[in-house]
């Protein structure tokens, strides 16, 4: 068994990883990094950081996340190290009903359209944690969202694509996304400047919403512009005109004011497990966070020989593992009772269960649905291949294509300060191609119901008042119940087998972490996918260029379905470190793309 992670000697990493001992930031844009610095910099400590950074991500990366989206953490506080998790995920509204979207002709949850709209929960959920936890005002943590959004960022590669792909889809149905991104009836084209004023005036009303005596009281006012006031307001007004959807077809959202008003963020206990001497902690059975316990889980049955990510024996080792859990996840995975969550999450973790669970790898690729047996009818999904999908208007899967190629629909960032406060935090939803912009607030709502199904039988299924069994999936680590490590990437359904390869890495095999983020990633699809239109792919493995012909080779004799990407073409994770002894900090991005950083002192 490997000790905690050495440090990284390697002289071939795309940059280093970074050490020092005041404070560490990483993010999936340099922006967002450079502001959460700025803000330990200036004396804030990491919860007004990482919340500065994310109304930032708003700006930098539209088509990645937004103010109408939603948001999980994992974060640990100073003062009580247990590791919790940051509930920002928004549920079905009111009107959200199986019967309301059958009657509407629909078969699924659309991809793209405000009727795929949970209730938004990021804003509300970082303004609560600024107000428990954090200690700046809250026109200090937001300034720097305002000066980008008036003064502008650049258009990074990834954004002028994917406004390339939706200019048809604006210009025809969703005038106000086309008057907010395209002002000069063009797409902007990479490293022009974008500006949205209107969003940085939404932002400066809430700031002059906050009165009252304290800061938290202050915080609180501003909340309830949010919940209850003008944003809230507008968006139920515009959602309700009928609009495109990837259905192909128009309808008005369900989202009312009210909706608003139910949403409460809370902090709950995180799920965890052990991993070759560390704790990891993951969000609970309405998030995917436990398949990486579970796939953890059965790794842990085999010896570091055969899950070595760098030989044909690991990569199908570890495939076979994430396959299993991913079925698991559609068979009981959803926003339970907490007493049955908490049953089941017990059940699926269970040692017993993992070791007849990792029975199960041989030495050929498995192409079967295959959920557990843990004593409750497992659920089967619509089994349908990405052949039978059905192309329409908007964009449904945005995560990851077969090839490999990332079109993006989440943000991440890390941050750990001097104190030792740490918060993993993962962005996402309401991206500008996801429903029209709400064009008094220069935003758009998410669609993260569509991760629902239409099935009253399925643990996941669309019902009102209950979370979408959402991808975001931050992670923590803990050595001996100390916090040591906050990590996590974009991806979808890869966030968790993309994370999977980092811990293996770093926790079996000692590799430092710019080392573990820049080697040779993969995943499979051999499940059915979270999003529209919620197809699978049995067999399937995307991997990196850089595994080598011969990798590839001995995958394909094992019977895996390999398709190679390019060689930098999977993943955007970042991570912060902190060694419990000696408390020395650490920090390190992912290089592809050209977007990520990691900074600190």
């Avoid at 077809?249 to 809370?266: C, E, K, L, N, Q």
């Avoid at 080792?317 to 959803?334: C, H, Q």
Wanted: aromatic share 6%; glycine share 10%.
């Amino acid at each position: 068994m490997a000790g905690p992670p050495q440090p990284d000697t390697d002289p071939h990493t795309t940059r280093p990883t970074l050490r020092g001992s005041f404070g560490m930031c990483a993010s999936t844009h340099w922006l967002a990094s450079a502001t959460a610095q700025s803000v330990l910099e200036r004396g804030g400590n990491a919860f007004d950081a990482a919340a500065a950074g994310a109304f930032v991500l708003h700006v930098a990366e539209p088509h990645l996340n937004g103010p109408g989206g939603d948001l999980v953490a994992v974060l640990a506080a100073v003062g009580d190290p247990s590791p919790v998790v940051l509930a920002g995920q928004g549920h079905a509204p009111r009107g959200a009903t199986i019967e309301h979207f059958l009657a509407e002709g629909l078969d699924h949850v659309p991809g793209a359209g405000a009727l795929a709209a949970a209730v938004p929960g990021a804003v509300d959920s970082w303004l609560w944690l600024l107000a428990e936890h954090g200690t700046w005002d809250l026109p200090e943590v937001l300034a720097y969202a305002i000066h980008y959004a008036e003064h502008g960022v650049p258009v990074v590669p990834q954004l002028a694509r994917v406004l390339a792909t939706v200019e048809n889809l604006f210009r025809t149905h969703w005038p106000t996304s086309y008057a907010l991104w395209m002002p000069e009836g063009r797409v902007p084209r990479a490293h022009e400047t974008v500006v949205n004023t209107t969003y940085a005036r939404t932002l400066r009303r809430l700031c002059a919403a906050g009165t009252g005596g304290s800061r938290a009281a202050r915080i609180r006012s501003t909340r309830r512009a949010w919940r209850t006031g003008f944003v809230a307001n507008a968006v139920a007004e515009f959602a309700a005109v009928p609009h495109r959807h990837s259905s192909g077809t128009d309808h008005a959202g369900v989202i009312t004011a009210a909706d608003f008003a139910d949403f409460v963020p809370s902090l709950e206990p995180a799920v965890t497990a052990e991993f070759r001497g560390t704790t990891v902690a993951k969000a609970g059975l309405w998030s995917q966070g436990p398949v990486l316990l579970q796939a953890l889980s059965l790794l842990d049955h085999f010896d570091d020989e055969q899950i070595d990510p760098s030989t044909a024996q690991g990569v199908h080792t570890i495939t076979e593992a994430v396959k299993l859990a991913m079925a698991d996840r559609e068979a009981f995975y959803g926003h339970l009772a907490p007493a049955r969550a908490e049953s089941v999450v017990r059940q699926l973790l269970h040692p017993g269960y993992s070791e007849e669970r990792a029975g199960l790898i041989g030495s050929v690729a498995s192409t079967a649905f295959r959920p557990g047996d843990i004593g409750v009818p497992p659920y089967t999904p619509p089994l349908v291949t990405a052949q039978d999908a059905v192309a329409a208007d908007g964009v449904g899967e945005p995560t990851v294509q077969q090839t490999g190629e990332t079109r993006g629909d989440t943000c991440h960032i890390d941050v750990v300060d001097r104190w030792g406060n740490m918060i993993s935090a993962t962005p996402s939803g309401g991206w500008l191609q996801s429903s029209p912009a709400v064009p008094d607030l220069g935003f758009a709502l998410g669609t993260r119901l569509q991760m629902t199904w239409l099935d009253p039988a399925a643990p996941s299924c669309l019902e009102p008042g209950r979370r979408p069994r959402t991808t975001l999936s931050p992670t923590l680590l803990l050595r001996d119940g100390r916090p040591m490590a906050s990590l996590g990437t974009p991806g979808g359904d890869q966030q968790d087998q993309w994370q999977l390869l980092y811990l293996v890495r770093t926790l079996a095999f000692g590799l430092g972490p710019q080392e573990a983020i820049d080697a040779p990633a993969f995943h499979t699809k051999a499940f059915p996918s979270s999003f529209w239109p919620r197809t699978w792919s049995p067999g399937s493995l995307v991997v990196e260029e850089r595994a080598g012909a011969a990798v590839v080779d001995g995958l394909r004799e094992r019977g895996h379905d390999v398709a190679v990407s390019g060689p930098w073409s999977q993943g955007r994770l970042s991570v912060v470190t902190r060694d419990p002894d000696t408390g020395v900090l650490g920090a390190a991005a992912n290089p592809r793309g050209a977007q990520d950083y990691a900074v600190g002192r």
